[in-house]
């Protein structure tokens, strides 16, 4: 049945996203994400998360490239690209990616090179992971929508057929 | 300005709905904080205008001025900094501005609120913050509408962009509209020329086309303000160090004008004195510096609220009593000294308030009545200094002290001396000046609590070593009465010569650091008439202990104050721009320690060191202590 379905998709995410807080992976700032999402932006949630996506990778090279660099010294500037890091992740409730992120800082302010790249790996990896759970989300919020929408002329009909006979 | 009340009178009319359509400008290089911020803030009902740049956030302010109620900027931008922005709307658009950052670290929220930031908000923002952003809305409306009750029309034009013309000006500090005019006179007797003209140009620069004080115009204007020191700017030599062409006087006497109210703005606190009259005969300078001295205790104390009412009362018949200067020099001192000795007054308990304000009314009163001849002056005020403070003291100040107050007449002399010099030493480093006047505002109050404190010390608040400095001064200065005379030489001497001279160097000391009310307080009691060698180190190391010796040689008066009174303690903050210099009296006024030492020799490296110590601003201070 599709309205099975829909609750059954339902639960699945509300599984999914009681994981990704149990492990810490977001908190509760994602929560206020969705709480932002209403009608006259539907896909907030999505597209905030997808513009995150596109600008944590554009950092994550960035500060990849720095640390290769050998005659790599522009702290500051790490610094200041993990500070924006550390705030787009914080505002999506990244709590993980956020939380390397200080620690990266930590690093970077003590000048200590080691550090950052053993910071960046796990930032690379943090970040993975949770651009694979985001994704896994939102396509079980994408089916739960398309079974949503299914089943929605069949509730109209439904209320439809006691006016018409 | 009329974009402010403009916005408030959309939203002041319709208080059931206040909150609602709040005119927030949000600007976040950051795309998802800022797109996150602009739905939160949807969701308030605010009407959000969001901008990732923030260049375009100030044009975009710039042109749609009085279209925003509210700006919420992040610190961290590529194209300006964050605290840049905040100080230009702040400087041009009176707008509350509240600052973000996912970094929380003390230091850079210090900086926010140095800059004049509402608030400081640490990423993630959550909404239930953002519910609440109305009320700096509101709570700076109030603030002005307090404001304009105290200073009458001055507050009126503190919203207006136009430049201040005569009549503001001389409003501005609180002068009857017939002031004005003996004032006007009387600056142009005195030598400030520019100062003059500004005044009077400024009317006419208001109907001149704006010119867009763009970022690095403005940091090219502050550059030459600091350069030429903030009492000592001129539109004329700022035009000159600025020579950017197009560029009119008047444009940038209406821009210093701007600038002076900003920088009172940022003391946030509100020139409350009714009308002092204010007659000023002597040197403009100087009576400037003193009246505005005393002007700012008495501001600080009744703002802080420990004024008890009947030592306000006494205050303000001690300021009515002098012919003011104020009016020479109305914005910048008066506010930086407001500011920074409001903030010192909040740390400081009541007594010390109170024992505070005497000495620096005094000398205020004696300088202003004499003007030209502190010497003179100094019986003046002491006396009304001992009458006073038998009155309101009489319980707090053991006798003994006013007894020192009143043998060293020298002290007025000196302390005369001192900002004269402050002055000068001021004027070479911009800088410098700026910090000076904040910091002064900081030792005094320190520095006076021990002046009065005398031989007892009485424990005000941390700063007990301090007092107990003063004590010590206080017997050794018992001996030595002033002849005027040398108070007059002295003050001669200094006026032409630059930092470099002896009293340069101690003048120097006393403005470069601020520390002239110390040094006043302590050097004063410290110099009797008879000059002898005697250099005043202020120190502040984090210890509370002050040391005093007396060399007495007989030729020179010398007072170097190696480390101006600041306090190195307080945490280090980077300073930018005048707010800074101002607000770091605040974290070192708990911690100020006054070193005096009465050695001949260290004069001439003095200036030096002050203008280091100034430029590096209050936290270098904590190195010094070990100078003695």
Known sequence: MLGLSVDRLRADMNRLLALLFHQGVLDEQFLQLQQLQDESSPNFVSEVVNIYFHESEKLLRNLRALLVDKEFSDYKKMGVHLNQFMGSSSSIGAKRVRNVCVAFRAASDQNNRAGCLRALELLEYEYCYLKNKLHELFQIEQQRILAAAVRYPVQQHHHQQPNNP | ?628
Not at chain 2, 145 to 173: F, L, P, T, W
Not at chain 2, 431 to 447: A, E, F, K, T, Y
Request: hydrophobic fraction near 35%; include cysteine; charge should be neutral.
């Open chain 2, 1 to 628: 300005m009329a974009c402010t009340s403009g916005g408030m009178s959309d939203v002041a009319p319709v208080p059931e709905q206040f909150p609602v359509g709040l005119r927030v400008l949000v600007v976040d290089d950051d795309v998802i904080c800022l797109r996150v911020l602009e739905q939160m803030l949807r969701k308030c009902m605010y009407k959000v205008t969001s901008c990732s740049q923030a260049t375009v956030a100030l044009n975009l302010l710039r042109e749609r001025k009085g279209c925003f109620d509210i700006v919420l900027s992040d610190v961290h931008m590529p194209d300006m900094d964050g605290f840049k922005l905040l100080e230009l709307v702040g400087l041009e658009m009176d707008l509350p501005v509240i600052m973000m950052s996912a970094d929380g670290r003390t230091n850079l929220v210090m900086r926010g609120i140095r800059h004049g930031a509402c608030d400081y908000l640490i990423k993630p923002i959550r909404d239930e913050e953002l519910k609440n952003i109305w009320q700096h809305v509101v709570r700076k409306k109030w603030n002005e509408i307090k404001e304009h009750d105290y200073s009458g029309s001055m507050e009126d034009h503190d919203r207006q962009k136009r430049a201040i013309n005569d009549a503001e000006y001389a409003s501005s500090v609180n002068e009857g509209a017939d002031e004005v005019l003996k004032t006007q006179k009387k600056r142009r007797e005195s030598k400030d020329e520019d100062e003059t003209e500004l005044e009077n140009d400024d009317p006419a620069t208001t109907k001149k086309p704006r010119v867009v004080w763009s970022v690095e115009l403005h940091q090219q204007f502050v550059s030459a303000v600091n350069q030429l020191g903030i009492d000592k700017a001129v539109p004329k030599r700022i035009l000159e160090l600025m020579n950017v062409p197009g560029l009119t006087r008047e444009n940038v006497a209406s821009h210093l004008q701007k600038f002076r109210l900003y920088l009172k703005r940022l003391s946030g606190v509100a020139q409350q004195q009714g009308g002092l009259p204010s007659t000023y005969c002597g040197p403009v300078e100087q009576n400037i510096k003193l009246a505005s001295l005393g002007r700012f205790d008495i501001q600080a104390l009744a703002a802080s609220g420990q004024l008890p009412p009947q030592t306000l009362a006494a205050l303000h018949a001690e300021l009515l009593s002098r012919p003011p200067g104020n009016l020479v020099l109305p914005a910048l001192d008066q506010r930086t000294l407001l500011h920074s000795s409001i903030q010192g007054s909040k740390c400081v308990p009541v007594d010390q308030n109170v024992a505070y304000g005497q000495p620096l009314i005094k000398c205020s009163s004696n300088i202003a009545k004499q003007t030209s001849q502190p010497v003179m002056s100094n019986e003046d005020g002491l006396s009304e200094f001992e009458a006073w403070s038998s009155k309101n003291l009489g319980d707090m100040v053991p006798a003994c002290n006013f007894g020192t107050v009143v043998e060293t007449n020298s002290n007025m002399l000196i302390s005369f001396i001192q900002q004269q010099q402050q002055k000068q030493s001021v004027i070479p480093e911009p800088s410098r000046s700026i910090n000076v006047q904040p910091s002064c505002l900081v030792v005094p109050s320190q520095s006076s609590p021990n002046f009065q404190t005398g031989n007892s010390p009485v424990s005000v608040n941390q700063n007990c070593g301090f007092r107990n400095l003063a004590m010590d001064y206080n017997n050794p200065l018992l001996q030595s009465n002033n002849s005027s005379g040398s108070g007059q030489n002295m003050e001669v001497e200094c006026k032409p010569v630059p930092m470099h001279s002896e009293f340069g160097t101690a003048g120097s000391v006393s403005s470069a650091s601020s520390c002239s009310k110390n040094i006043q307080d302590s050097a004063c009691q410290r110099v009797p008439s008879s000059p002898s060698t005697i250099s005043v180190v202020m120190q502040v190391p984090s210890m509370n202990r002050v040391q005093s010796s007396h060399s007495g040689k007989p030729d020179l008066v010398q007072v170097s104050t190696r480390n101006p009174v600041y306090v190195g303690k307080g945490p280090s903050i980077p300073s930018r721009f005048a707010v800074d210099e101002h607000e770091l009296p605040l974290s070192n006024i708990g911690q100020v320690k006054l070193y005096a030492e009465n050695n001949g020799n260290k004069v001439k490296q003095e200036p030096n060191d002050l203008t280091e110590n100034v430029r590096v601003g209050i936290p270098v201070r904590q190195t010094f202590p070990q100078m003695i």
